[in-house]
């Protein structure tokens, strides 16, 4: 334990990762911090985080990228085709231009000037007086105004202003503009605070602000800090003390930055959300989502996410960067904590974003990996590890599970632990489980001399199974043998000589990025990718503050997905974890646990270029809505005179269409929101089909959404 209560980084374990005074969720007595971050590319600075903190972000439907949002309504409104608008906009002009010509020549009598007639005194009629000739104008511009009111509602001039007119042009940038409200309403004067009494802190706050000196990762970060105040962890004492002391760098987080060397997403760390995209103007989408941003938050991954699709169909880049992004941004701000699991050079951010590095099979790397998760218990470690070693290989359908080899795990791990006081390293377990005469004789004779007769009797029946037929021993040793290579021989330390991380250290905002060898060693890369999801699922849920978010991003799951796993996924929302999967295709996952996992994730992405029995999964999961099925029958109009060729000339150049009688048949019918065909087919280059599910039950259907927009 540290001096302020909190577990280092790597659990219990020798040699805990450096880190400074104070956790990020509190203020800390005397941090180290430079007074002026580094801001990265992307991060509002000055009078712009002045301007991004007060633009409004108002309730959108799930999904909706908030920050300057403007709701539409949820039914698409009549809309008049431009070519047809145009065209009576100009012929209602000529009809009142053909009116006001015939009233002023007198084609249509003097009826209209009586009322002048009847204003005018006798004595203004002659000789004309300037007052005559102004009244008698006046009354022209009215009666010529009253026509062009007429017919600019006749002809719908006002919706022409409207849609391209100037009220089109400014787009929606300017929504946020306009006078700075008042302190008690403005976010940037901090009013939770002047409302508690701590107005100096407020007011040191908001001169930050205006100077330039705090960003978007401060405001969230001093504002996760002052929730803790709320809740009674800390004391607005010291609060207050480490605001005044260091303004915006109050309150660090324990590796003492304060941005991520880069942004390439657009982030909003008021709602929490990062931009991935917007939702295509498609018949396909709801009305109330076309053209509308698309983001993700902790609110969505809170239900996990699975996203399929081939190479290069842009899952790396479009999906899981920005991802990885906002997780280490909000674990910057104290909210989170994020471990990131992918191929070693793969696209997830610089060394620099992230606190710890584990790049298994590197010689240069700093951090070790813990075989056994941190934990001292056998039983737990046992079932962890037998997960990771034959999670795949159980049987998929109902019943199958590594029950057996946790037990032949156990079996050998408790009487190892209570022989040595640590776990076997990847060597002696290999040997264990082969049944190695050496190791087993020592580990009896050290529980002879301590006197661990239960633990004899679990090795003793250890040393009976080995020679039953069937026994799982084998297989596990078989597997442990992936490990046991030349490669991986400075990792898996027990003895406490290297660093490893464990995933215990999720009670803390931390950054973590795992590096797997897929070159050369695929195989024991999907069992470490097992490990650590395995090693998550059991550390989040024991975690105390659930108010911190828990993310797993595994870039690519192949080989990850089993019976347990999909389980423990179900299990993560009430946990305030999440996990983000991605997949090349759903062949990767056994036949009989897609729809289980497809189930079991709230939030599900179709990428381009997915193949027919992919979408078919897909659109069995998204299931069928009630649609309104028009059939249109047209039967051209044939004009038989003179006149009504003209006329339908006339019609054919205003609407651009020939003349038709057209029959309309309405009926109500179920069909698949998307069709295996149509995920296959219909979805363009760099988009991606996206349905989500948030942590409260809300759902957004499946959106049709452009990756680049």
């Known amino acids: 334990m540290d001096g302020d209560g909190t577990r280092d980084a790597r659990g219990t374990h020798a040699n805990p990762v450096p880190r400074p005074a104070g956790p990020p969720e509190m203020p800390a007595e005397a941090p180290t911090v430079p007074p002026r971050p580094t801001r990265a590319p992307g991060s509002p600075d000055g009078s712009a985080f002045l301007t991004w903190l007060r633009t409004p972000r108002p309730q959108a439907l799930p999904g909706v990228w908030r920050f300057g949002h403007r709701p539409r309504p949820e039914e698409e409104p009549e809309r008049v085709p431009g070519r047809q608008l145009l065209s009576g906009a100009v012929i209602a002009f000529l009809v009142g231009w053909l009116v006001w010509s015939l009233l002023w020549n007198g084609y249509l009598g003097g ?93 040191r706050l908001a001169a930050e602000a ?59 760390l008021v709602t929490g959300q990062v931009r991935i995209g917007a939702a295509a103007d498609d018949a396909r989408n709801p009305y109330a989502y076309r053209g509308a941003g698309l983001a993700l938050g902790p609110d969505l991954l809170g239900t996990s996410l699975l996203a399929v ?19 280490c941004l909000h674990a910057l701000a104290g909210r989170a904590a994020v471990v990131v699991v992918g191929a070693a050079g793969a696209d997830l951010g610089p060394a620099d974003a992230y606190d710890v590095v584990v790049r298994i099979g590197h010689p240069d790397s700093v951090y070790d990996l813990d075989l056994y998760g941190g934990t001292t218990d056998p039983d737990e470690a046992a079932v962890v590890l037998a997960e990771a070693l034959v999670g795949d290989l159980t049987d998929q359908h109902q019943g199958g599970d590594t029950r057996r080899s946790t037990t032949v795990l156990a079996q050998l791990l408790g009487p190892f632990r209570a022989v040595h006081g640590r776990f076997p390293g990847v060597p002696e377990l290999r040997q264990l489980l082969e049944g ?66 464990s995933l215990k250290a999720l009670d803390h905002p931390v950054r973590v ?160 929101r998307w069709s295996a065909s149509e995920l296959a087919h219909a979805v363009p280059a760099g988009h991606a089909v996206l349905s989500l599910t948030s942590v409260k039950g809300e759902h957004a259907p499946p959106l049709l959404v452009d990756l680049h927009g």
């Open 309 to 327: 699709g081939p190479a290069g169909s842009g899952k790396t880049g479009s999906l899981v960067r920005p991802l990885t992004e906002s997780l």
């Open 436 to 501: 190695a005469p050496g190791p087993l004789a020592e580990l009896r004779e050290g529980l002879r001399a301590a006197g661990q007769d239960s633990l004899l009797r679990e090795l003793d029946a250890r040393e009976r199974q080995m020679d039953r037929p069937g026994d799982v021993g084998g297989v596990l040793a078989d597997r442990v043998a992936l490990l046991d290579r030349p490669a991986f021989a400075p990792f898996f330390d027990t003895s406490g000589q290297s660093r490893p991380f």
């Open 210 to 268: 205006r100077s330039g000196l705090m960003r978007d990762v401060d405001h969230a970060r001093i504002a996760r800090a002052w929730q803790g105040v709320q809740r009674g962890r800390h004391s607005l004492a010291t609060f207050t003390g480490a605001v005044l002391s260091h303004g915006a760098a109050a309150c660090p987080h324990p590796s003492g930055a304060r941005d991520l060397p880069v942004r390439r997403a657009r982030h909003d």
């Open 111 to 203: 009826w209209w000037l009586l009322p002048l007639y009847a204003m005018i005194p006798d004595s203004w009629a002659e000789p004309h007086s300037f007052a005559s000739v102004v009244v008698v104008y006046a009354y022209y511009v009215l009666v010529a105004g009253i026509i062009m009111v007429a017919v600019g509602r006749l002809g719908r001039w006002g919706e022409i202003w409207r849609r391209y007119g100037p009220p089109a042009w400014r787009g929606a940038a300017t929504a946020g503009a306009g006078p700075a409200p008042a302190p008690e309403e403005d976010p940037a004067a901090w009013p939770a605070l002047r409302a508690a009494g701590a107005h100096a802190a407020a007011e």
């Open 513 to 672: 990025r795992v590096d797997l060898p897929q070159r050369g060693h695929a195989d024991a890369s999907r069992m470490l990718a097992r490990l650590v999801l395995a090693q998550f699922t059991a550390s989040v849920s024991v975690r105390e503050d659930r108010s911190l978010f828990a993310c797993l991003v595994l870039d690519d799951a192949s080989g990850v997905v089993t019976p347990e796993a999909v389980r423990a996924v179900q299990r993560l929302r009430s946990a305030g974890a999440g996990v983000v999967l991605t997949l090349r295709t759903l062949d990767d996952v056994p036949r009989p646990l897609r729809g289980p996992l497809l189930g079991a994730i709230g939030c599900r992405m179709a990428l381009s270029g997915l193949t027919p029995w992919d979408g078919q999964d897909f659109a069995e999961v998204w299931g069928k809505e009630w649609t309104e099925a028009r059939d249109v029958t047209d039967r051209q109009i044939i004009a038989e005179t003179p006149a009504g060729k003209a006329v339908h000339m006339l019609r054919r150049v205003i609407t651009g269409k020939a003349p038709t009688a057209r029959a309309v048949t309405v009926r109500q019918v179920e069909r698949e």
